[in-house]
T-cell receptor
Framework: QKEVEQNSGPLSVPEGAIASLNCTYSDRGSQSFFWYRQYSGKSPELIMSIYSNGDKEDGRFTAQLNKASQYVSLLIRDSQPSDSATYLCAGFNTGNQFYFGTGTSLTVIP | EADIYQTPRYLVIGTGKKITLECSQTMGHDKMYWYQQDPGMELHLIHYSYGVNSTEKGDLSSESTVSRIRTEHFPLTLESARPSHTSQYLC????????????FGSGTQLSVL
């Protein structure tokens, strides 16, 4: 079983809509979670981190964490074509290692 | 903005050559990592280091070696490159504190002919 499961997509949303990206994790002891954005041919760029249950908002991005359900999500409001990328869910496990999901490809259609 | 640098950005070489991919960070981070990523695929951890003179192999055996003689420098060496080594190589670093974020360099795209 992979430590992080993400729907690989592709996910397509119209410009201005809300994009919802989800991931589940297996290590119940994991405390920290991150969302990275990766454009094609580029390296991952950190966009959100979340450590506590609930929501964390930063501009158009909202990360949500539910430790009881072992579920992490990222909402992107007012989606723009420039948001088109692959989004990687990552966690930090009890073995002191980062682990990454396979990523969800998002396309925002103008 | 993270200060982690990788060179070269692109490299095309022939089979059998020895190559070293450079990675340096100016943030004083103790922990450094090398990942390999094929297009559209997940990241695979190939090596990591928790400090000077500390190196460990990751999940993917890539027939490469690393060294950590200085905190800021974590080069990756392929003794004899093969076409199967063609991939993107990403260097990353973070502090030793709990919950600290992982920052990536811009990557090296390697093509072995």
């Amino acid at each position: 079983q992979k430590e992080v499961e993400q729907n690989s997509g592709p996910l397509s949303v119209p410009e201005g809509a809300i994009a919802s990206l989800n991931c589940t994790y297996s290590d119940r002891g994991s405390q920290s979670f991150f969302w990275y954005r990766q454009y094609s041919g580029k390296s991952p760029e950190l966009i959100m981190s979340i450590y506590s249950n609930g929501d964390k908002e930063d501009g158009r991005f909202t990360a949500q964490l539910n430790k009881a359900s072992q579920y992490v999500s990222l909402l992107i409001r007012d989606s723009q074509p420039s948001d088109s990328a692959t989004y990687l869910c990552a966690g930090f496990n009890t073995g002191n290692q980062f682990y990454f999901g396979t990523g969800t490809s998002l396309t925002v259609i103008p | 903005e993270a200060d982690i640098y990788q060179t070269p950005r692109y490299l095309v070489i022939g089979t059998g050559k020895k190559i070293t991919l450079e990675c340096s960070q100016t943030m004083g981070h103790d922990k450094m990592y090398w990942y390999q990523q094929d297009p559209g695929m997940e990241l695979h951890l190939i090596h990591y280091s928790y400090g000077v003179n500390s190196t460990e192999k990751g999940d993917l055996s890539s027939e490469s070696t690393v060294s950590r003689i200085r905190t800021e420098h974590f080069p990756l060496t392929l003794e004899s490159a093969r076409p199967s080594h063609t991939s993107q190589y990403l260097c990353a670093s973070r502090t030793d504190r709990a919950n600290e974020k992982l920052f990536f360099g811009s990557g090296t795209q390697l093509s072995v002919l």
